[in-house]
């Protein structure tokens, strides 16, 4: 992870092209491919909590994407530029050249479509008086009362039900 460091800083140090291949590489990396998933998870990378990230299109990954996803496009970063390959996955030649077209501006057109933006979820905010008046009423009820039986992840599950209930039936 050092060595993938001082690289990295001394090419962001240098600017230039040398900066520009690092982002460019990386919205490779977060491109779809011709399926729709994109290449950071298809490398075969330990994959951070074991989960694909929720994410479908990042312009920026290196600067908005969380601390975890960070860390593995940084070292598809280090072995697509700078041959420093992870021993779990090294990268297969065909992603090398599919970087190599992106890199050119001749990748095929998946790569450059844009995905139909999220629709915001809406969220039903209420006066304060009424949050009161709903957190009363959890205080107040029998299933409250049975709370103290319960200890750790059990109760903290039982309060987020009551709270669940309250929100959603008040």
């Given at each position: 992870?050092?060595?993938i460091?001082?690289?990295?800083?001394?090419?962001?140090?240098?600017g230039g092209?040398?900066?520009e291949?690092?982002?460019?590489?990386?919205r490779?990396?977060?491109s779809p491919?011709?399926?729709?998933?994109?290449?950071i998870?298809?490398?075969?990378?330990?994959?951070?909590?074991?989960?694909?990230?929720?994410v479908?299109?990042v312009t920026?990954p290196?600067?908005?994407l969380p601390p975890?996803?960070?860390?593995?496009?940084?070292?598809?970063?280090a072995d697509?530029?700078?041959g420093?390959?992870s021993?779990?996955?090294?990268l297969?030649?065909?992603?090398?050249?599919?970087?190599?077209?992106f890199?050119?501006g001749?990748?095929p057109?998946?790569h450059r479509?844009?995905?139909?933006p999220?629709?915001?979820?809406v969220i039903?905010?209420r006066?304060?008086?009424e949050?009161?008046?709903?957190?009363?009423?959890?205080?107040?009820?029998?299933?409250?009362?049975?709370?103290?039986?319960?200890e750790?992840r059990a109760r903290?599950?039982?309060?987020?039900?009551?709270?669940h209930r309250?929100?959603?039936?008040?």
């Open positions: 992870m050092l060595q460091a001082s690289l990295m800083r001394e090419a962001i140090g240098k092209s040398e900066f291949r690092i982002e460019t590489a990386s490779f990396l977060w491919r011709p399926e729709g998933m994109q290449y998870v298809s490398l075969g990378l330990p994959l951070p909590y074991g989960q694909r990230p929720l479908t299109a920026s290196l600067t908005s975890a996803w960070r860390a593995v496009t940084i070292a598809a970063i697509l530029l700078f420093v390959a021993k779990a996955a090294p297969s030649p065909s992603v090398r050249e599919a970087f190599r077209q890199e050119r001749t990748a057109e998946y479509a844009s995905l139909p999220r629709a915001a979820s039903k905010l006066a304060e008086t949050y009161r008046q709903l957190a009363r009423g959890i205080i107040g009820s029998q299933d409250w009362k049975a709370l103290p039986s319960k750790g903290n599950r039982a309060i987020g039900k009551l709270m309250a929100l959603n039936n008040g």
